[in-house]
């Protein structure tokens, strides 16, 4: 539904950006000999290349919050034939964060050593973050370990979901890594952002986006669901999203629109994305309202215009960004114009 006049429309444009590049990994030194090896972790997140992705490793990092680990030692048995028993006996969610030069935790683990065969001892471990009131991590006796996940209802609470899973190591694993946990986090969930941009150069005319809001349909948006790490995939669980949002937050936007020959698309969210559970969205399973000013030499004049959203399919660790294009009507003097002849049809009037 438009609330203004003037013409406006909306390109979904749909910048699905896999998050492959990654920071450095952090390089922690450990003892090369030793059957008991002291156990350590490096690790990464992969980043956005569109956008900063709203949890990289520096985030990680400065949080002190760091992520969390489930582990279980499995002997010589592989993981796929290990009968997983619900509580970890290696680490039961422990908190690793970094401080100083080096993720620490405690207590230290050390590595199994070799058993009767000359096996080392395997170990398979699940990490996560962030551990919020939203996230559950658990492992039902004889199943895998879980995420139960529900997303928070407004931008400004919602989080990034990390997790990566690591099965049948042993120290020796990796001869350059002896005793290191390398976990490489996914992004599980997706990340919805909201640029705008000037159709066209538009002279004397400045327009300054003042508010971005979404509302969800009913009982459409999934928010809550059941992530499996091996499988690596999501199972929706029944609630769905309601309400509206105001994505730009509490105070005005005041985004001005880039007037040159090339107009450029600018964000508009206030850096409040919407992390969302991956699914397949239809039309108008979301409504965007812009609100908007056009000054034009006068009073600034105020419109605010509701799109629905387009169908689209929002994948696990993807950035999509919705573009809203303005356009403004110039007003423009036709070519053509003419100059009637003068009526002659009330004659000669004759003077005495």
Not at 208 to 213: D, I, P, R
Not at 313 to 325: A, C, I, R
Request: overall charge negative; glycine content about 8%.
């Amino acid at each position: 539904m438009t609330k203004c006049t003037g013409k406006l429309w909306m390109i979904a444009t749909i910048a699905a950006m896999t998050f492959a590049s990654c920071s450095n990994e952090e390089v922690i030194d450990t003892p090369a000999t030793g059957e008991e090896l002291a156990l350590s972790f490096g690790t990464y997140v992969g980043n956005s290349t569109l956008r900063a992705s709203a949890t990289d490793l520096l985030a990680l990092k400065a949080s002190g919050a760091g992520f969390y680990v489930l582990a279980w030692e499995t002997g010589a048995t592989l993981w796929a034939s290990y009968p997983v028993p619900a509580t970890p006996n290696f680490m039961n969610d422990v908190n690793v964060s970094w401080s100083g030069s080096a993720w620490n935790y405690s207590p230290v683990k050390y590595w199994p050593g070799k058993d009767g065969s000359g096996n080392y001892g395997k170990v398979s471990f699940f990490g996560y973050a962030p551990k919020t009131s939203s996230v559950a991590v658990a492992a039902s006796g004889g199943s895998d370990p879980e995420i139960t996940f529900t997303t928070p209802d407004l931008a400004a609470d919602q989080i990034d979901l990390l997790a990566d899973v690591l099965t049948d190591l042993t120290y020796n694993t990796s001869p350059m890594n002896l005793g290191k946990v390398n976990f490489q986090f996914e992004h599980l969930l997706s990340k919805i952002g909201f640029n705008a941009k000037l159709a066209a150069q538009y002279t004397d005319a400045t327009v300054t986006v003042t508010k971005l809001e979404i509302t969800y349909a009913a009982n459409k948006i999934k928010k809550d669901g059941i992530y499996e790490f091996l499988a690596d995939s999501w199972t929706p669980t029944g609630l769905t999203m309601s309400g509206t949002d105001p994505v730009s937050g509490a105070s005005d936007i005041s985004v001005t629109l880039n007037n040159s020959s090339s107009p450029t698309a600018s964000a508009i969210d206030n850096g409040n994305y919407l992390i969302l559970l991956p699914q397949a969205t239809a039309a108008n399973d979301i409504t965007a309202e812009l609100s908007y000013t056009v000054t034009n030499g006068g009073t600034p004049k105020n419109y605010t215009i509701e799109v629905g959203l387009p169908a689209v399919t929002w994948l696990s660790g993807k950035q999509y960004t919705y573009t809203f294009n303005l356009t403004l009507n110039s007003v423009v003097f036709d070519p053509n114009i003419t100059v009637d002849n003068w009526d002659t049809s009330p004659g000669t009037i004759n003077v005495p």
